[in-house]
């Protein structure tokens, strides 16, 4: 059966989309065109679409590690020479009533300054100075709550005190208040804060703890 065009009446071969003679489009195949055109419009729309989220996914997931690694290399809180000390004691623990720095006598030999462990874990915190003439520099010694032996020059500088008290888990000077962790000497409140008594390595030989006496003669107040 012959198929006619619908514009021009002239005959058409079977199944064209379009008549050869006045170039009419022919309805169905409009109809499929469309429906071509429509395809490829939501096709081309999804594919880069699904493109974007994954991308988006990506650069979330490298952002996400990024800031996983900058929080694991932070600076560690506390302080770093504190932080290395070993627990060589009995952690201790502190009443709310003020604990006050025991006087104790230091020896220096083979360049060392030398205090007992076990008087300072017998009188948990301690008093004592080096003995070099030139620059005698005053020091204290305490057990912390982790067991540790921390020492430290024993000055609040900004009110030149040179003692201290602990309370619970704080250091105190008593002088102007200022507080610090016991711990790790971490401010807590008051004036001088910014400023703990400085702490000093140590290392703990036969039942005796010794501090490098050149490491005191160098110290230096901050401000």
């Known amino acids: 059966m012959a198929n006619y065009c619908s514009h021009c009446g002239k005959p058409m071969v079977q199944n064209a ?11 169905g195949a409009e109809l499929k065109q469309r429906l071509q055109h429509k395809r ?3 096709v081309g729309t999804v594919g880069p679409q699904k493109k974007n989220w994954i991308r988006t996914g990506i650069i979330l ?11 694991a290399n932070l600076p560690k809180r506390g302080n770093p020479i504190i932080a290395s000390q070993p627990v060589v004691a009995v952690a201790a623990t502190y009443s709310q009533a003020p604990q006050q720095m025991v006087d104790i006598s230091a020896r220096t030999e083979n360049g060392k300054i030398v205090i007992s462990l076990e008087v300072v874990q017998q009188r948990k915190f301690v008093a004592f100075s ?3 003439p030139q620059n005698t520099v005053p020091l204290l010694a305490y057990v912390s709550g982790e067991g540790k032996i921390i020492t ?16 619970e888990d704080k250091l105190v000077c008593n002088a102007c208040g200022s507080t610090w962790e016991l ?10 804060a910014k400023f703990p008594p400085d702490a000093v390595p140590n290392v703990t030989v036969n039942n005796e703890i010794q501090i490098d006496e050149n490491i005191v003669a160098r110290w230096r107040r901050r401000i």
């Open 183 to 192: 711990n790790d000497l971490e401010a807590v409140s008051g004036s001088c």
């Open 17 to 27: 989309n379009y008549c050869t003679h006045c170039g009419t489009t022919i309805k």
């Open 61 to 71: 997931g490298v952002l996400s590690l990024f800031g996983v690694w900058i929080y």
């Open 40 to 42: 490829e419009k939501v």
């Open 130 to 132: 080096s003995n070099n």
């Open 152 to 167: 430290a020059v024993s000055m609040c500088e900004p009110c030149n005190s040179q003692r201290f008290h602990i309370q």
